[in-house]
């Protein structure tokens, strides 16, 4: 089975969101999937949260990639997902965030072969996906800066991190982290690709290096080293940070391939598609 994996793919920002058509959708992701026509399309695409801000268009999309391109289709959702980012947003879904992430997943799991993992295991051809939003949790500053308390960390949130305007319901950094590390707990031992949308790794080493000693990273991770360190997984796939990466610890690898916003990726020419094989 060959997995594609791609990430943030913030799709207002390349297609108006009332506007969206499959022929446009096709013509743009043609070239990004199939690496302008140098590369076979895979079996999976897992597409590792910040699908878009808007609902109707990011299931539309999906389902023109479904018809289009690829037979199965797994994912999470990222920070994006959650956010409501104007007075339409805020009136259809009661200006609460957690309205807007349950209506997406239902949306996504209502069609045959697509799958919104939230805290739950898929089997395609044996082989086992489990997937979670996630969020970051703080273990960067607790590492790094041993002097923040918890209360620094929620300042520098609301001072930095437009989560804190727009995602409706909470009111910390670590409201969904604790949510989603319960969801972790039920998944991690029993999977061959776990899938999140933040990295599970605060490390240093695992974080562009012109990030480096910058405190705001800290929203850019989690420590995720109990689950890595006991599973049966072999792959991590993940996504938040528009900087693609690879490393390996534990014997898996861990792989981020955003698509990230049009200025970054020129549109679609400077994406190089990532993919593993895995059988049984």
């Not at 520098?156 to 409201?175: A, E, Y």
């Not at 991770?221 to 360190?229: A, E, I, L, R, V």
Request: with cysteine.
């Amino acid at each position: 089975m060959t997995v594609d994996i791609l990430s943030d793919l913030h799709l207002d920002f390349y297609f108006k969101p009332h506007l969206t058509t499959s022929e446009n959708v096709i013509s743009l992701f043609t070239q990004i999937f199939t690496d302008n026509c140098t590369r076979e399309i895979g079996n999976v695409l897992i597409i590792a949260g910040d699908i878009g801000h808007y609902n109707e268009q990011n299931i539309e999309v999906l389902k023109t990639f479904q018809k289009k391109f690829y037979k199965y289709i797994i994912c999470v959702l990222g920070n994006h997902d959650y956010y409501l980012v104007d007075s339409e947003s805020k009136y259809a879904f009661e200006n609460d965030s957690f309205k807007r992430v349950e209506d997406m997943r239902k949306l996504i799991n209502q069609e045959k072969n697509m799958y919104c993992l939230d805290g739950k295991i898929i089997e395609i051809e044996g082989i086992r996906f489990a997937g979670a939003d996630s969020w970051y949790d703080g273990s960067y500053v607790k590492k790094y800066y041993t002097q923040f308390d918890s209360n620094h960390i929620n300042l520098l949130w609301n001072r930095n991190i437009n989560d804190s305007r727009l995602i409706k319901g909470i009111s910390r950094f670590d409201d969904i982290a604790k949510l989603e590390m319960v969801k972790l707990e039920q998944i991690y031992q029993n999977c061959d690709v776990m899938i999140t949308h933040v990295n599970p790794s605060f490390d240093e080493e695992h974080i562009n290096e012109k990030y480096h000693n910058s405190p705001i990273n800290t929203f850019f991770t989690f420590d995720g080293s109990k689950f890595y360190k006991n599973s049966s997984m072999k792959y991590w796939i993940f996504g938040h940070t528009h900087d693609s990466i690879e490393y390996e610890m534990e014997d898996v690898k861990f792989l981020c391939n955003p698509l990230g916003y049009p200025n970054e990726s020129q549109y679609g020419d400077n994406i190089n598609m990532k993919s593993f094989e895995i059988s049984l």
